[in-house]
């Protein structure tokens, strides 16, 4: 039996070939093409690999029938490949085994396999680009790169960086993984900010510049994942310790095209510069068949290795499925006896490694769609010259289904890793945050000379939303000034700082406005917000001598005076017949009475005695409307006398841009732009103020004499320079709504929701708003409102008027009434028409109640009343009938 180009091997192995060929005589074989390259250690491991799984495959299956025979060849580039395939091809190969160096190796072998249709095993082609299903003849033996992507997105998700920098090997191999990555980090909020290729075979020297261009671009970038061949990444973590990028606050994450081979690790630069690195690989279980293996491994290498190599373990079980389906294939064969065709058997050869399922030392060996099932994924932190195992993800039931093992939503079921430093602390993404100058100091008092100590409204919000669970970002503080320690632009210069990324984020009093979000992103508000009108008011001095009117409208002032005079005539009606104190004198001296008793209820100086009991009930409910009407008209007069009323410069907008007055604006504010193209002001009339102070003094010169007419500004600022100046100013005007004031971060930046999430949670927190409120805010007067000086009207007083009328009108209805009652019998002849004894009734009445005649004429018709409670008199003779109903009257 021919072996091909022998390669090197432990003694027991070689022994065992040579005993084979020699024993196995009538049997059946298949030619296997290995391509690898001999002097890189992926090589080494493999071939001997290969040559055990085959001594253990027939040692332990000696009734095997079919043999597989190895054809070893060397291919250390893609034109070895080449050279190496078609040779292999007219030696009438059956199956081939390969590329080991390349993925470029990969994918010619793939493209050779699909066109003379001949099986490819492939133990390293992991690029997600390469993929059975688009390469009918290519069988993957490996986990694809994509297999791990959910467990490197699990560990960014578990300790909250929501943006990483992904340093990948510049190859086929290198970007194959970065859509899958994407994807799913994106899943989890966590975002690729920055994507750096690195040359296969890049010298130190360029390794360095890209890594010094990637820490210096943006300071957070503290979060590195490092996706290349071992020999490559290896240089690269050397070249970063260099650089002072495996230090205290950073983080590597590797995957396992380097995490599987970081044994054997001989140098120890190298060693060095890997403390702290976290990385994922495929799990192999701990068994008593996978010790037996490592130690029959070891034996045969020259370098024996601390821990098994993942592609030497899945070389051995893949070789050991190639036999097992190989010898299924056979007795297939045999039953049929006709199954000569080549290509034929190739393909069933294909379709039987497909199939076939064992219990390898790597746990059940089985394909999926041509490719190795997925495995556990174990996560591992290197510290010392140790490997530790600090837990383990699974991915069951197909890609995008959250961890069942380990790594899942709490950090319990990880161990605690030792980062780079090393430091069990972990490392928090660092922000520079840029913060204006501004000269309103209550929402932002930046520090210039120390940053992190710059406090303020906005400020505080932010710190408090920092402090929100899995937030773990730290930051600081870059001031927006220039070399004088002055506001260096606008507040939209200012963002455009995050587009230019010399910032991460914005923090302070920013509006959102449309304009702006086409560059940045907006968290949710955490104030609100509008654009109103501030104005300079004066004093109305102008108090003339009809003053004590204004408190009453005139219409209000008729229906008093027309209430007063009822009442008096109807209480007079009612006891002008039973009270000598309204029923003496001329009628002109009762009309005065009348006047007399109306108005000194307003003092309630009236002295009259009231016997009658309905004008006792219509007096109180009279004196009741008096007590009302006279304390209102005197509040309302004491405050037009006494409080001071201020009245706006202007109240319409219109007439300060037709008049080509000057308006003010709060310097780097987008309400410049607003009052350009929502007002139509012209760019000239438009003057910018930094603080109070200047709104004060620009308001107090005018229009005329260098200052302004008005200030538009936000409400926000306005209230606040109204808390400072409570007099002399007003806000006037409509308010015109924005979106409130909010954080910005680089568009799609993940951040946004985060932080969004965490101010709904401090927002929501009244004590803890109100408590920056009172810090910020509350030292100072609030604005007095306006005083309401206007003339109080009928409507206000509407119920109490209703209320005397119907006691009024009740009254006399019911007087009435008792005069018709008592009188009707002696009114007439019963015989007489109604019509006439209505009149008679009418003459009766005016006779008694509007004759004129002296006291002593009216005594002769009336009794006397008594002047006191204890004084009586005797009545005069008068007839029967009248002093019966005088009395039924006065009762």
């Known amino acids: 039996m021919g072996t091909g180009k022998k390669w090197g091997g432990g003694s027991c192995i070689a022994a065992w070939f040579v005993l084979a060929e020699l024993c196995w005589v009538g049997g059946e074989g298949v030619k296997l093409g290995v391509l690898l390259d001999p002097n890189s250690t992926v090589g080494k491991l493999c071939n001997t690999s290969i040559q055990l799984a085959l001594s253990d495959l027939y040692t332990a299956n000696p009734q095997y029938k079919t043999r597989i025979i190895p054809l070893f060849k060397n291919a250390g ?3 070895g490949v080449a050279s190496a395939a078609w040779e292999l091809l007219r030696e009438g190969v059956e199956v081939i085994m390969g590329a080991q160096t390349s993925q470029e190796e990969a994918i010619y072998l793939a493209e050779f396999g699909g066109k003379y249709e001949i099986p490819i095993i492939s133990l390293t082609a992991t690029s997600p680009s390469l993929s059975p299903k688009q390469n009918p003849y290519l069988i993957r033996a490996v986990q694809s790169d994509s297999a791990q992507v959910g467990a490197i997105s699990a560990i960014v998700q578990l300790y909250g ?18 859509p899958d990555l994407a994807d799913a980090l994106q899943e989890n909020g966590t975002r690729l900010i920055e994507r750096t290729g690195i040359p296969g075979r890049g010298s130190g020297r360029e390794i360095g510049e890209e890594l010094r261009r990637v820490k210096n671009l943006r300071r957070r970038m503290r979060v590195f994942l490092l996706h290349m061949s071992a020999s490559l990444g290896r240089r690269v973590l050397i070249e970063a310790k260099e650089e002072g990028m495996m230090s205290d606050g950073y983080a590597w994450i590797v995957t396992d095209g380097l995490s599987s081979l970081l044994h054997p690790i001989t140098d120890p630069q190298a060693l060095d510069a890997m403390q702290g690195i976290v990385g994922v690989r495929p799990y192999i279980p701990n068994t008593q068949k996978l010790h037996q293996f ?7 290498l020259p370098f024996p290795l601390a821990s098994l190599n993942l592609f030497a373990v899945q070389a051995y079980d893949t070789m050991w499925a190639l036999g097992t389906a190989v010898e299924k294939l056979n007795a297939t064969i045999s039953a049929t006896a006709t199954a000569t065709d080549r290509r034929a058997m190739r393909v069933s050869l294909r379709d039987a490694i497909r199939n076939t399922k064992i219990e390898g030392i790597s746990g059940v060996f089985i394909l999926v ?3 190795l099932n997925p495995p556990t994924f174990e996560v591992f932190n290197l510290v010392g010259e140790k490997e530790r195992i600090i837990g383990y993800w699974s991915q069951k039931g197909g890609r995008g289904v959250r961890p069942e093992v380990a790594i899942s939503n709490s950090k319990n079921q990880l161990k605690q890793p030792i980062w780079p430093g090393p430091t069990a602390e972990q490392p928090k993404m660092k922000l520079s945050i840029g913060i204006p100058i501004k000269g309103f100091p209550e929402f932002v008092n930046a520090d210039t000379n120390e940053p992190q100590k710059s406090s303020g409204f906005c400020i505080d919000v932010f710190r408090l939303a920092i402090e929100v669970p899995h937030m773990n970002i730290d930051y600081e503080f870059v001031p927006f000034v220039n070399q004088i320690g002055k506001s260096n632009g606008s507040y939209d210069e200012l963002l455009r700082q995050i587009e230019a990324q010399k910032v991460d984020a914005i923090v302070g009093d920013i509006t959102i406005v449309a304009s702006r979000s086409e560059f940045v992103d907006f968290t949710l508000p955490y104030s609100a917000s509008g654009v109103s009108m501030l104005v300079s008011a004066t004093s109305d001095k102008k108090e003339h001598m009809w003053i004590f009117m204004k408190p009453f409208t005139w219409d209000l002032w008729l229906l008093s005076f027309f209430s007063f005079m009822f009442t008096g005539f109807v209480v007079w009606l009612l006891e002008c017949r039973v009270n000598t104190d309204f029923g003496r004198g001329p009628a002109q001296q009762q009309i005065g009475l009348i006047f007399w008793f109306s108005f000194s209820t307003l003092v309630f100086a009236h002295r009259e005695r009231i016997l009658n009991n309905l004008s006792r009930f219509l007096m109180i409910i009279w004196v009741f409307v008096v007590l009302i009407l006279t304390q209102s008209y005197t509040a309302n007069l004491s405050s037009m006398l006494t409080v001071q009323r201020l009245h706006p410069s202007f109240v319409d907008v219109k007439e300060i841009r037709e008049k080509g007055y000057f308006v003010g604006f709060q310097n780097g504010s987008f309400v410049r732009d607003f009052l350009i193209t929502r007002f139509g002001f012209d760019e000239t009339k438009l003057i910018p103020c930094g603080s109070s102070d200047e709104f004060k003094l ?6 005329f004499n260098g200052g302004v007419a008005a200030i538009f500004d936000e409400i926000p600022y306005i209230k606040v320079f109204l808390r400072k100046y409570s007099s002399g100013y007003q806000m006037v005007g409509p308010i015109y709504s924005t979106g409130g004031f909010g954080f910005a971060f680089p568009k799609g930046s993940p951040l946004v929701a985060d932080f969004s999430r965490a101010i709904l949670n401090v927002t929501q927190d009244q004590d803890k708003m109100r408590t920056i409120e009172q810090k910020y805010f509350s030292n100072q007067e609030p604005p007095k409102p306006e005083p309401n000086d206007s003339a109080l009207d009928v409507y206000r007083f509407g119920g109490l008027f209703i209320i005397t009328a119907v006691a009024a009108w009740s009254s006399l209805l019911i007087y009435l009434a ?9 009114s007439g002849s019963v015989q007489s028409p109604l019509t006439s004894k209505f009149v008679e009734m009418g003459k009766l009445f005016c006779q008694e109640h509007f004759h004129s005649s002296s006291p002593r004429t009216r005594q002769s018709r009336v009794h006397s009343v008594p002047e006191t409670a204890e004084e ?4 005069q003779t008068v007839p029967d009938h009248n002093v019966d109903s005088m009395n039924t009257v006065a009762n």
């Open 872 to 875: 009586t008199t005797t009545p």
């Open 161 to 178: 960086w929501r943006e990483i920098v992904l340093i990948y090997e510049d190859t086929e191999y290198g970007r194959g993984i970065i």
């Open 818 to 826: 008792q005069f018709l009652i008592t009188r009707w019998p002696d």
């Open 77 to 79: 580039d893609i034109i």
């Open 698 to 703: 620009a308001l107090n010169r005018g229009s």
């Open 294 to 300: 490592q130690a029959t491994f070891n034996q045969q």
């Open 369 to 371: 769609d041509g490719e």
